[in-house]
């Protein structure tokens, strides 16, 4: 059954430095998202993608983050100086979304450590 | 604000029981239902959605969606010990974004 990648599962960093999170979507999707749950915390949204160009953001999606689909099966997104608070797992998804569906599925998600 | 509203447990459920969730949403216009199972550290997990009101049956889960009271819930027969997790309710409409519920912890007890 096709699986959301993500890469790398962990990554260490510190604040002020820049970090890439990775994620390959299901092929056939076309609807590409960010989400990032902090430990205890619920899950929350953070950039939606489509037709390559972001189709919504929220207000966490600041200037320091951005996403890009640098060719036709990745799908990054960037943090360009690290926080403390941006600790946190950062999930990505993806949808197919027709008129029949709104699923989204989930990769296993790249645990984030500033320090 | 729009908000998912779900009593964070913890559930305790004895080994072949019955485990009922329940969520609540304050979106009126809300129209695509989610739930998700999350295990310790591991991402969210689709199990069920659901569109429209009445039930919907999958394998031993079945979620039902009342959206004149704004509530959904799920409905696990035949708990397992492997179903101890923490569901999350989660919704959207029109947008993209899913909006979550902070989650039940699930426990199924031997």
């Known amino acids: 059954e096709p699986e959301v990648t993500q890469t790398p599962s962990h990554q260490v960093t510190q604040m002020g430095q820049e970090v890439i999170l990775r994620c390959v979507p299901i092929s056939n999707h076309l609807y590409f998202y960010w989400y990032r749950q902090i430990l205890g915390q619920k899950v929350e949204f953070l950039v939606s993608f489509y037709n390559n160009e972001i189709s919504e953001k929220s207000e966490i999606f600041d200037d320091q983050f951005s996403v890009e689909r640098p060719d036709g099966s990745n799908f990054t997104l960037k943090i360009r100086s690290t926080k403390l608070e941006d600790s946190a797992m950062y999930f990505c998804a993806s949808s197919y979304r027709d008129r029949h569906s709104y699923e989204q599925y989930f990769g296993p998600g790249t645990r984030l450590t500033v320090t | 604000q729009k908000e998912v509203e779900q009593n964070s447990g913890p559930l305790s459920v004895p080994e072949g029981a019955i485990a009922s969730l329940n969520c609540t949403y304050s979106?009126?216009?809300?129209?695509?239902f989610f739930w998700y199972r999350q295990y310790s550290g591991k991402s969210p997990e689709l199990i069920m959605s659901?569109?429209?009101?009445g039930d919907k049956e999958d394998g031993r889960f079945t979620a039902q969606l009342n959206k004149a009271s704004q509530y959904v819930s799920l409905l696990i027969r035949d708990s397992q010990p492997s179903d101890s997790a923490t569901y999350l309710c989660?919704?959207?409409?029109?947008?993209?974004?899913?909006?979550f519920g902070t989650g039940t912890r699930l426990t199924i007890i031997p």
């Open positions: 989660a919704y959207n409409f029109g947008n993209e974004k899913l909006t």
């Open positions: 979106d009126r216009g809300s129209q695509s």
């Open positions: 659901i569109y429209s009101n």
